[in-house]
């Protein structure tokens, strides 16, 4: 049955009428669909297929037969004859047609409109972005031409009870008790590439408002390091060239009268050896008022210098352990021919009138020159601290040969909430202390948390000698104990209890008992 199904499509295929120009080679199928009969047979079957006149007609058949058989075709795929012969109905096999490409519809003109008007809001966006780049970068070009400026400012609030003895009274009066301004400064400084400047003013002290550090200079410069001119401090002594913001007590040791002050002039200072010691160096003029001004024809110069090193430094640990030795001297010129010396306690009261007496007073002196040599040491060691010093003052007085005067101060504190005084290795002085908690600070969910700030207890015993020879300007002895709590690096609160011991030119064995107490904020 097969072999007559592909017997007669071979016919077909030699007789050039399977897959001719005009008509397809097709099979029937039953009503249902199927395949009448399935192909069947063997390879030589097959084989008798190729053996016909056309040779790629045989293939084409072979092909088919296949592929039907491979199709899984029923098997019903091909029919047997019956009784009478029926020719297979031939179905054209017509090759898919493939759709036209459909040509796109052309597009709305209000989406077109909505288009152009976004993509013109784009392009402005984009040259408005451009437009404030290059202002932005315009603007840092010209700021990085001009000199930056700062602020700064500082306020402290004092205030102080006094309990004399008789001799006390009988010397210096009655010591009204009272409150005042410390100090009321504001200051404004910056740069420019290497140049520097600071204008600052005091509204608290007698000028309102008294010239401080107001000078301008260099910085960086080969050699010389930081050069400046104008009105601030001489070189000289490590607690009068530790600012007042970091010093332990409400006040400076009584030997500070002899340490010169802010004056007008030229300084240069730099370090040496890989920063483990300072020098610094400088002219003035030896007795500036409290706007920077000094007028006279004779010598009314200083020269004053000071040279630091350390002897050890702990770098591991920041400074926590060091050893610091200096030493400081002026030559100068007196002023208007006289010189004088004279101290109050360990005390002020700001600018006010009347003001806590002088204890020891030289008087005027007739002079051409002084000198004032003074030693320091410093030593900390984690939370404890020493700090010590030595002044020693030779005057040329005119008519009573050479005079000397001199002071010595040591003091030791300790935190006892573990911080250590910071030290400044490029200027060799105290710098700002930073509690290691704040007594108040934010927390990262913008809550109030409390600590106890930095504590720090401390004492110190200073002496001055103003006798000798004809020149009877007294002796002072001070004890103080300090108390300091630091809220945080920038506010701080002070007491301190003072017993002052003096024997004035006019009266012995006075002593006054001095409690003091100072809020201060400063930055």
Known sequence: MVLNALARL???????????????????????????QPILGDMNSIKSL??????????????????LCWGGASSDLIAQEPAGRIEPAFVPLVPPQIPPAEVPAAPDAALLDELNRLRARLDSLEADQNKRASLEKAKKATEAVKPTMKWSAQLQTDFYTFDQNPESQAAYGDIENGVDFRRARTALFGDYKLSEYRIEFDFAQSGRPTFLDVYGGLHDVPYLGRVRFG??????????????????????AITDIFAPARNTGVASNNTW???????????FRSDSDHYGDEIGD????????????????????????????GASYSFRGANNEVVRFRA????????????????VDTGNIPADTFQIVDLETALIRGPFSILAEYVYVPVNSQSQGTLAFDGWFAQASYFLTGEHRPYNKKLA??????????FIRSGSDSSLNSGPGAWEIATRVSHLNLNDGPVHGGRITDWTIGL???????????????????????????????FGMRAGFEF
């Open 50 to 67: 190729q053996s016909t006149k056309s040779r790629g007609g045989g293939l084409v058949a072979i092909v088919l037969a296949t592929l």
């Open 10 to 36: 071979s016919q077909k295929v030699t007789a050039g009428s399977l897959f001719t120009a005009d008509n397809a080679f097709s099979l029937s199928l039953s009503s249902s669909g199927r395949w009448n």
């Open 273 to 283: 050896d890989d920063e483990q010691g300072t020098w610094s160096f400088g002219a």
């Open 344 to 359: 109050q306690p360990e005390a002020r009261e700001g600018a006010a009138s009347p003001n806590v007496p002088f204890f």
């Open 298 to 325: 004779n010598f009314e110069t200083a020269l004053t210098a000071r040279v630091t090193r350390l002897l050890y430094y702990d770098d591991a640990c920041d400074g926590r352990d060091l050893w610091h030795v």
């Open 429 to 438: 002085t105290f710098d700002r202390l930073i509690p290691k908690t704040e």
């Open 484 to 514: 300091n709590w630091y809220l945080n690096p920038y506010l701080r609160v002070t007491t301190n209890y003072i017993y002052s011991m003096a024997n004035s030119p006019t009266v012995d064995g006075t002593a006054t008992n001095i």
């Open 231 to 252: 009105h601030f401090f001489e070189p000289f002594s490590m607690e009068r060239m530790t600012s007042n913001r970091y010093t332990t007590f409400m006040e400076r």
